[in-house]
């Protein structure tokens, strides 16, 4: 039998984000390793399969990368239908690439399916939308946090005129902030810090590049989080129905 492992993405947490196809692979699945972002509530669609946590935080502290991708090999060439269910999407900033290239090199048929990242969801379900039209022409999904601790080209986000989303950023956010307003964003930049997206236990906490830290210090803003940075996340339901209407008129609707 051909061993095949599917990566899989299981969204933000809120269990409707998740992909029939990510449905279809659970419920086929005889091994389901998962990471600790990912909400349990998704494993209904796979009731009789094995569940190994390889979180870093759940019950197996910092489960070693090498160990995770020996078992996923281990079950594959056993002939086991083999899930890796990460959260959000299992390419962004998720270890997705890593994996596929290392099961690949060793045999393994890898199939990915995407899943919603933190970074979308998040922004969605505060209302903030990545893009508009005459405000903001693109995103950047970022992470604040490097292996090797090398430094972000601070400057050219700075001046990338695009929304950031900022991944892994709680623990530096007074770094963030004087990066960006040394490469150039403005002081009163809108912010939006955004924890645990899409679950019942979501929080927001609006703020401006100058005040962003002392305002998370203040409401206690734990990972895991986004930040949005950039014009939109100042927007709110008004202002944008406010924005459509004008569009509207432009366009003579
Ligand atoms: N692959 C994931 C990202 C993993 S990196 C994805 O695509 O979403 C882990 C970081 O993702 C966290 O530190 C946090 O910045 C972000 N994150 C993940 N889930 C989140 C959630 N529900 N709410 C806010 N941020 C989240």
Not at 11 to 21: A, I, M, S, V, Y
Not at 152 to 169: E, K
Request: net charge negative; with cysteine; hydrophobic share 45%.
């Amino acid at each position: 039998m051909s061993a095949k492992v599917w990566l899989v993405g299981a969204g933000p947490g809120d269990p409707e984000l998740l992909t029939l196809k990510a449905v279809r692979a659970l419920g086929e699945a005889d091994v389901v390793l998962i990471d600790d972002l990912v909400n349990e509530a998704v494993l209904v669609h796979c009731p009789t399969a094995c569940i190994i946590p390889v979180g870093k935080r759940g019950g197996c502290r910092s489960t070693p990368q090498e160990f995770i991708h020996r078992l996923m090999l281990r079950y594959a060439r056993q002939g086991k239908c083999v899930v890796r269910l990460k959260g959000g999407d299992p390419c962004i900033f998720g270890r997705g690439g890593e994996e596929a290239q290392w099961l690949r090199t060793h045999g393994v048929e890898v199939e990915m399916v995407n899943g919603i990242t933190a970074g979308l969801a998040g922004a969605t379900q505060c209302n903030i939308p990545l893009t508009l039209r005459g405000i903001s022409r693109g995103v950047t999904l970022v992470t604040a946090h490097t292996q090797d601790d090398s430094s972000l080209n601070w400057q050219a986000l700075a001046q990338s005129g695009t929304t950031l989303v900022i991944y892994m950023g709680v623990a530096k956010l007074s770094e963030i902030r004087d990066q960006l307003l040394a490469g150039g964003l403005a002081a009163d930049t809108p912010v939006a810090m955004i924890e645990n997206a899409s679950l019942p236990q979501q929080r927001e906490c609006r703020s401006d590049l100058t005040a962003m830290q002392e305002d998370a210090f203040a409401f206690q803003l734990k990972s895991p989080a986004i930040l949005v940075i950039g014009a939109v996340a100042a927007c709110e339901d008004v202002k944008r129905s406010q924005a459509a209407a004008e569009w509207c008129t432009d366009l003579a609707l």
